[in-house]
């Protein structure tokens, strides 16, 4: 088991940028394919990016290709969200995965942090 511990949330206005940051605890991390999710009030949780455990696969939801960007140290257990060009419909409560491949987390991830707050005025 890791636990993944989210930071980096806040309010922000549109065009703004945001650094989420996740921290897995264990030794295990290196192992395993990571990302972000996120849900904004009275809708389901929507995928938004995922990396291969070596960083040679991303996948990207079509909303946020282009302004989002994930990446991760394995050598600090930490995945981040680098989230450029913010937009109101941007806003939503981000969580943080954990999942067996980069494909197959993307509908199936099997470990979530606590999710952060991410605000974005127009």
């Known amino acids: 088991q890791v636990q993944l511990v989210e930071s980096g949330g806040g309010l922000v206005q549109a065009g703004g940028s945001l650094r989420l940051s996740c921290a897995g605890s264990g030794r295990t991390f290196g192992t395993y394919a990571m990302g972000w999710f996120r849900q904004a009030p009275g809708k389901e949780r929507d995928f938004v990016a995922s990396i291969s455990w070596s960083s040679s696969t991303t996948y990207y939801a079509d909303s946020v290709r282009g302004r989002f960007t994930i990446s991760r140290d394995n050598a600090k257990n930490t995945v981040s969200l680098q989230m450029n060009n913010l937009k109101p419909e941007d806003t939503a409560v981000y969580y943080c995965?954990?999942?067996?491949?980069?494909?197959?987390?993307?509908?199936?991830?099997?470990?979530w942090g606590q999710g952060t707050q991410v605000t974005v005025s127009s």
């Open positions: 995965v954990q999942g067996s491949s980069s494909s197959v987390i993307r509908t199936t991830p099997t470990n």
